[in-house]
């Protein structure tokens, strides 16, 4: 089972941009599917992005679609998710995830490994 520690969360203003990371260790990084979930106050969890073990598919929600970016390194055992034209609305604590299942993440199902999560806080 692959360990995550995930960070870059913070403050920002309405129109920035961040860029969240999470160093996997303990497993076989180019074995899992990686991504990204949140949960504002008051939501339930929900996706936010999933890159599949080679890289080569990327899946996003909606309300991301065109102003999030994610990716990965497998030289360094990274995923990054840059975050641009930040709204107020994405405001919550982001999760890494990783799960040999890209259907997995995308679903929000019960995923292999979680980060301990980071705070986004968008101004208005």
């Known amino acids: 089972q692959v360990q995550l520690v995930d960070s870059g969360g913070g403050l920002v203003q309405a129109g920035g941009s961040l860029r969240l990371s999470c160093a996997a260790s303990g497993g076989t990084f180019s074995s899992y599917a990686m991504g990204w979930f949140r949960q504002g106050p008051g939501k339930e969890r929900e996706f936010v992005a999933a890159?599949?073990?080679?890289?080569?598919?990327?899946y996003y929600a909606d309300s991301v679609k065109g102003r999030f970016t994610i990716s990965r390194d497998t030289a360094k055992n990274t995923v990054y998710l840059q975050m641009n034209s930040l709204k107020p609305e994405d405001t919550a604590v982001y999760y890494c995830?990783?799960?040999?299942?890209?259907?997995?993440?995308?679903?929000?199902?019960?995923?292999?490994?979680w980060g301990q999560g980071t705070q986004v806080t968008v101004s208005s």
């Open positions: 995830v990783a799960d040999p299942s890209t259907a997995r993440i995308m679903g929000v199902t019960s995923v292999n490994s």
């Open positions: 890159v599949s073990w080679s890289g080569n598919n990327r």
